[in-house]
């Protein structure tokens, strides 16, 4: 059956209809199993190229990216900002003209700018991939997280889904938070009140500033980075048993990586497989990425 997507460029999962994520997870859960059983893909994608462009240092997201091109049988550059141009003073949009004149089918940007991204995708003739764009969004992760979900609980609609950490900076809350609400889940947002802006409860979403009321009776608990390494925060809102007790007794726990253990979530939780899906999250983000890469490099112009 043919697929495709209806948007060229993927910055924010909003370019995404419903159809369009239905697409994506048939395809990715398709290239998960060919990955499981180390089956070898040969198909007519073969050559297409993919440049990654990193302007933020990342090691999982990039790692993934690359992987999920080379799987498919494409030709796949990363551009190492560090010893780029963009060092020495080059535009992010002489960039893009740069890269634009190279011909790739494919870009994937990380940016620590929000917009950035958007911007470049305006001035370059290829589909453009957002892998993450300051404190906007990062719509692959969201979509692995949302497949892990759906992986593990056998549905995807009706949840209680608890995002714990500093959402106010979290790119990969703002795009997890469009899409689980796309699907009718019930969406909490824990943390400290400083990092919980205004905007989220204008949207009609739980607000909770303590973590035991955020997490009880919780299907699935999404902890995210928090980056002081501050005792008192993991005592208030990182993951521990006595906290996990109050969720649901078959409730996932998420995290998009790095973790901070000891600070956002307990090491034993976190290494718990009957719990914790982080790994699962890992092998499903390589296949999720396979399919929209696919599903942008094969679209219908």
Do not use: W
């Not at 303590?210 to 009880?216: A, F, K, T």
């Not at 299907?219 to 928090?226: A, E, K, N, Q, S």
């Not at 993991?234 to 993951?239: E, S, T, Y």
Request: with cysteine.
């Amino acid at each position: 059956m043919e697929r495709f997507l209806q948007t060229k460029h993927l910055i924010q999962i909003d370019d995404l209809s419903r159809n369009d994520i239905e697409e994506i997870f048939a395809l990715a859960e398709y290239y998960l199993q060919k990955n499981k059983n180390k089956v070898e893909q040969k198909h007519h994608l073969q050559s297409f190229t993919q440049i990654n462009v990193f302007f933020e240092n990342s090691t999982r997201t990039l790692a993934s990216f690359e992987l999920a091109g080379k799987k498919l049988g494409g030709i796949v550059q990363d551009i190492r900002i560090a010893t780029s141009s963009i060092q020495k003073g080059e535009t992010l949009i002489d960039t893009a003209l740069t890269l634009n004149a190279m011909r790739p089918n494919l870009l994937v940007v990380r940016h620590s700018s929000s917009g950035a991204v958007n911007l470049l995708s305006e001035k370059v003739n290829c589909s453009v991939l957002n892998a993450g764009d300051g404190s906007h969004e990062h719509p692959t992760q969201a979509l692995l997280d949302f497949l892990t979900i759906k992986y593990r609980k056998k549905k995807k609609e009706g949840l209680i889904i608890a995002i714990c950490g500093d959402i106010s900076h979290s790119r990969v809350a703002r795009s997890n938070i469009a899409l689980l609400c796309k699907f009718n889940n019930q969406v909490r947002l824990i943390g400290p009140s400083n990092l919980l802006p205004n905007s989220f409860k204008d949207m009609g979403l739980e607000i909770y500033n303590r973590m035991e009321d955020g997490v009880r009776n919780a299907d699935v608990i999404m902890m995210l980075r928090f980056i002081p390494s501050r005792r008192e925060y993991f005592n208030r809102f990182g993951l521990d048993n006595q906290k996990l007790l109050l969720a649901k007794t078959d409730a996932i726990v998420m995290h998009p990586g790095p973790m901070n253990r000891g600070v956002e979530i307990d090491g034993i939780i976190a290494d718990d497989l009957n719990r914790s899906v982080i790994q699962e999250q890992v092998e499903i983000g390589v296949a999720l990425r396979m399919a929209v890469l696919h599903l942008l490099v094969d679209r219908k112009n």
